[in-house]
């Protein structure tokens, strides 16, 4: 293996991808399992599971589990059972999320707590839950998925802003924390992609086309966009990069 290879390969390692059934969780799962990773794949939707992994590939080590990122006990079953099946965990990527749109005086409480609780909660009890083992195995990756709103308030979507704003802040408080450990902390900010959560901005032509006009890269992004960024930070690639928020966004936050 060459010196380039080696640093992005991920051959011997084990990895969990929330929300893995469809767009950037399937892109993410894709891309480790290409670079050598063995991959558990989590979501509600088990046979959408059964399609990624019929994505991936055969001959590629993947495992199934579908269950509720809100549930800590799913958490529990999916690392115990990664560390059973592939004998250890090195990386994880906290991808599941919703959104809900509505004007702020008009937000329900119910999806107020659904969103905080599935897009920042979630992330946090995942990550404690790896973190524990990884601190104990001296090494690991943990690559959240932020967004474009952890740095911008967005509109019409307070609960969604507020909950990626926190998975930036906790990115950053859990990586001064297990720098020491050999564990990694890290997030993605994607820009606006194509893929089901944006499914109703794109329906609007008038506000796509305002999101686009303001892209210097001159398009929206595809969830494989993001491959590369997530095979650096679960690689050794990223060692010495701690806490870090990496915008793959065609330039949005340049701009
Ligand atoms: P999708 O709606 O296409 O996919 C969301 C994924 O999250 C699905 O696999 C879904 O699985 C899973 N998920 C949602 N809720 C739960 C739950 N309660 N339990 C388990 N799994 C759950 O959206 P994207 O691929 O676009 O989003 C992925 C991540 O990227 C999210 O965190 C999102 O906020 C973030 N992001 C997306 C951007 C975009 O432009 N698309 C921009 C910035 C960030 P299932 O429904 O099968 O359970």
């Given amino acids: 293996m060459s010196f380039l290879e080696s640093l992005f390969s991920l051959e011997g390692n084990a990895a969990i991808v929330t929300g893995a059934s469809r767009g ?5 799962a894709i891309a480790l399992a290409s670079a050598g990773a063995s991959v558990v794949l989590t979501g509600r939707d088990e046979s959408a ?3 990624t992994q019929s994505m991936i590939g055969p001959n590629e080590r993947t495992h199934c589990i579908s269950g509720d990122v809100k549930d800590p006990s799913h958490a529990m079953e999916t690392i115990s059972t990664t560390v059973r099946t592939f004998g250890q965990l090195d990386i994880l990527v906290n991808n599941a999320g919703i959104i809900r749109r509505s004007a702020a005086v008009d937000y329900s409480a119910h999806d107020w707590y659904d969103v905080i609780d599935t897009d920042l909660n979630a992330v946090f009890s995942w990550s404690q839950a790896a973190g524990k083992l990884m601190i104990e195995q001296g090494s690991g990756k943990i690559v959240n998925i932020a967004s474009l709103l952890s740095f911008q308030g967005g509109l019409n979507v307070v609960a969604y802003s507020a909950a990626k704003g926190g998975v930036a802040q906790l990115t950053k408080a ?5 720098a020491k450990y050999g564990v990694n902390v890290n997030a993605i900010a994607p820009g606006y992609m194509e893929t089901n959560a944006t499914a109703a901005l794109r329906a609007d032509t008038k506000r796509k086309e305002q999101i686009l006009s303001r892209i210097p890269a001159g398009r929206w992004g595809e969830p494989e966009d993001l491959a590369g960024a997530i095979v650096y930070l679960s690689s050794s690639a990223s060692d010495y ?3 870090h928020i990496l915008a793959v966004d065609g330039g949005w936050l340049a701009y």
């Avoid at 950037?24 to 993410?28: F, L, P, V």
């Avoid at 859990?174 to 297990?178: D, G, K, M, S």
């Fill in 49 to 51: 599971l059964r399609e």
């Fill in 241 to 243: 990069v701690n806490g």
């Fill in 24 to 28: 950037i969780g399937r892109a993410a």
């Fill in 174 to 178: 859990l990586a001064n924390e297990w």
